[in-house]
Each structure stands twice: as structure tokens, then as C-alpha cells.
């Protein structure tokens, strides 16, 4: 199975603030990666598809780049709101996998 | 507008079988990926499995054979079916449905089964 490694675990940062998660796959999946945030207790919400493709409603502060390995997404300006836990998801190959989760607090 | 409602019994002992529904509206069942994932107390996201309206269906292998996804076509909805559940399977169980025709990605999510394994 394809593992996907999330960095950091978590992270604190200020309103206003630019914040960038990575996701790293053991092997390549071209550009078949989403990004989902998840706030407690609740379903996750789909941020991003296809690596940089934004979902309809998402605010466009948020952002995804990468192919092949590499992948992150950006918050460009952090708001009280975006207080989540995020995940990567891979669809490069069965099974598909998920990131160990990125928790982003608040400052 | 697309809409996933999810149920089943949320309490189970040790050796029963888990069982799920989830039921769509504002679309139909065709060209679409139905998945299950779920999320153990405190920790993170695992994909169970998927099924493709062809009748492709896939499975995480991490399961050892107990799962079984399928769909009623008739009564929109899909199930899940975990056998033998142990305390590890306890979770809240999410079923999701593929943001495109054709597409895996989870753009649409049912409101999430807490299912607790306990003897």
C-alpha cells in the first residue's frame, strides 16, 4: 500500500499568518491526491482534488501543489476558521490511503 | 442538491457483525464511487472500501476478508457489512460518495455512524 506521511503533526500559527502542510507518498501518484480539513466530530470536507484543483465553495486561501511524491497545501492567510485538523488522500492506487492528519491551531 | 444520511447500530459486542446504511438524494446511483471510511476515537482517517456503479468493487486488505460493500439501486442506498468486530473496529464510520462522474474523490460525506465494540 501507497503510505502517505504528513508533516508537521501539527502546528500553531497567528491570524493572518501563511501555513503550508506537506504530504510525501512512498511512490508516485502522479497528480491523484485531495486534501480534505476535518473539524471535531465531524465529516471531513473536501479542500481540494486532483493535487491543485479547488473545490466549488472552498475560500480560495487555500491551495495545493505537487505531483509525482510531493505534495502541500497552503492556507495564505490563516483565519480563525481554518482551526482543523487536515488529511491527504491518495487515489494514485488501491488501497487508498490517508495522511496521519496535520492539526493547525490558532494562536 | 446531493444528501447522504447514514444509520445502523451503534452498539455491538465482540464477534457480531457491523452493519451500515446509507442512503443519497439529489442524484442517482449511476457513474458514481460510494466509499466507507472510517475513524477510530482520537486518531485519523482509514478508507474501507468502495463500490463503482459498474459493480467494481474494492476493499482495504488491511481487513482480512471481513467487509463487504454492495448497493441497492431500487432504495438508493449502499451498505457496509464488517464481520467478526473486535474493540479495534470501533470507530465512527462515514460513508461518501465521489465528487464527479467517474471521480473517487469524497466530495460528498453521509453525517457519520459512531459504532462502539464492547462486551
Known amino acids: 500500500a501507497i503510505q502517505l506521511t504528513q508533516s508537521p503533526s501539527s502546528l500553531s500559527a497567528s491570524v493572518g499568518d501563511s501555513v503550508t502542510i506537506t504530504c510525501r507518498a512512498s511512490?508516485?501518484?502522479?497528480?491523484?491526491l485531495a486534501w480534505y480539513q476535518q473539524k471535531s466530530g465531524k465529516a471531513p470536507e473536501l479542500l481540494i482534488y486532483a493535487a491543485s484543483s479547488l473545490q466549488s465553495g472552498v475560500p480560495s486561501r487555500f491551495s495545493g501543489s505537487g505531483s509525482g511524491t510531493d505534495f502541500t497545501l497552503t492556507i495564505s492567510s490563516l483565519q480563525p476558521e481554518d482551526s482543523a485538523t487536515y488529511y491527504c488522500?491518495?487515489?494514485?492506487?488501491?488501497?487508498?490511503?490517508f495522511g496521519q492528519g496535520t492539526k493547525v491551531e490558532i494562536k | 442538491q446531493v444528501q447522504l444520511q447514514q444509520w445502523g447500530a451503534g452498539l455491538l459486542k465482540p464477534s457480531e457483525t457491523l452493519s451500515l446504511t446509507c442512503v443519497f438524494s439529489?442524484?442517482?446511483?449511476?457513474?458514481?464511487?460510494w466509499s466507507w471510511i472510517r475513524q477510530p476515537p482520537g486518531r485519523g482517517l482509514e478508507w474501507i472500501g468502495e463500490?463503482?456503479?459498474?459493480?467494481?468493487?474494492n476493499y482495504n486488505p488491511l481487513l482480512n476478508g471481513r467487509v463487504t460493500i454492495s448497493v441497492d439501486r431500487a432504495k438508493n442506498q449502499f451498505s457496509l457489512n464488517l464481520t467478526s468486530v473486535t474493540a479495534a473496529d470501533t470507530a465512527l464510520y462515514f460513508c461518501?460518495?465521489?465528487?464527479?462522474?467517474?471521480?473517487?474523490?469524497?466530495?460528498?460525506w453521509g453525517q457519520g455512524s459512531l459504532v462502539t465494540v464492547s462486551s
Open positions: 463500490i463503482h456503479h459498474s459493480g467494481s468493487i
Open positions: 511512490q508516485g501518484i502522479s497528480i491523484s
Open positions: 439529489g442524484g442517482s446511483f449511476s457513474t458514481f464511487y
Open positions: 488522500q491518495q487515489f494514485g492506487d488501491y488501497p487508498r490511503t
Open positions: 461518501a460518495r465521489g465528487l464527479r462522474s467517474g471521480w473517487s474523490y469524497a466530495g460528498y
